[in-house]
């Protein structure tokens, strides 16, 4: 299985903020790579797709970069609505794996 | 728009079965895949398997395979995920979503969530 490793696991930052956060893939997946947000109570909703695509509808705050088998999701200046759990997740082969979460609290 | 709407939460006793829905609308149910994630009490989302509803071409989790029992009836664009004998460790919620794209799979909808509880 191919592992999803995401950091940090947790971070706590201001309205305003730059916020970037990582997923490192355990080996070449293309830009088969998926970014989600998650609010407590609620179903994932789709950021990004293929590493750097905005899915329609997401504010243009959110962004996606990949690098090797490195990948990020940047907020670049977070917003109250944006607290919340954000997961990565591989759909290059099967078991499409996520990755652990990262946790985005208020400063 | 699309829609999926999963069925209602469950209470289940341990050893007893289980199948929870989701319904989903029109061709875009039976044209892509539709998989299921489960996510334990305060972790993190874990895929357990996927179903194309146009032919039930069916892969599962390695960590599921042999556990739950994925299936679709096109006919009436529904999925299904299945215990034959549920544990207490598989309390959780579980979502569907419609896994769009043949480049890159992306989950851009999902189901409401079944909340299983499975208590003595």
């Known amino acids: 299985d191919i592992q999803m490793t995401q950091s940090p696991s947790s971070l706590s930052a201001s309205v305003g903020d730059r916020v970037t956060i990582t997923c490192r893939a355990s080996?070449?997946?293309?830009?088969?790579l998926n970014w989600y947000q998650q609010k407590p109570g609620k179903a994932p909703k789709l950021l990004i797709y293929a590493a750097s695509s905005l899915q329609s509808g997401v504010p243009s705050r959110f962004s996606g970069f990949r690098s090797g088998t490195d990948f990020t999701l940047t907020i670049s200046s977070l917003q109250p609505e944006d607290f919340a759990i954000y997961y990565c997740q591989q759909t290059y082969n099967t078991p499409w794996t996520f990755g652990q979460g990262t946790k985005v609290e208020i400063k | 728009e699309v829609q999926l709407v999963q069925s209602g939460a469950e209470v289940k006793k341990p050893g007893e079965s289980l199948k929870i829905s989701c319904k989903g609308s029109?061709?875009?149910?039976?044209?892509?895949?539709i998989g299921w994630v489960r996510q334990m009490p305060g972790k993190g989302l874990e895929w357990m398997g996927i179903?194309?509803?146009?032919?039930?071409?069916?892969r599962y989790s390695p960590s599921f395979q042999g556990q739950v029992t994925i299936s679709a009836d096109k006919s009436i664009t529904t999925a299904y995920l299945q215990w034959s004998s549920l544990k207490a460790s598989d309390t959780a919620m579980y979502y569907c979503?419609?896994?769009?794209?043949?480049?890159?799979?992306?989950?851009?909808?999902w189901g409401q969530g079944t909340l299983v509880t499975v208590s003595s």
């Open positions: 029109g061709n875009s149910f039976t044209n892509n895949w």
């Open positions: 080996q070449s997946i293309s830009s088969y």
């Open positions: 179903i194309y509803p146009g032919d039930s071409d069916t």
């Open positions: 979503a419609r896994f769009f794209g043949d480049y890159a799979p992306r989950g851009d909808y």
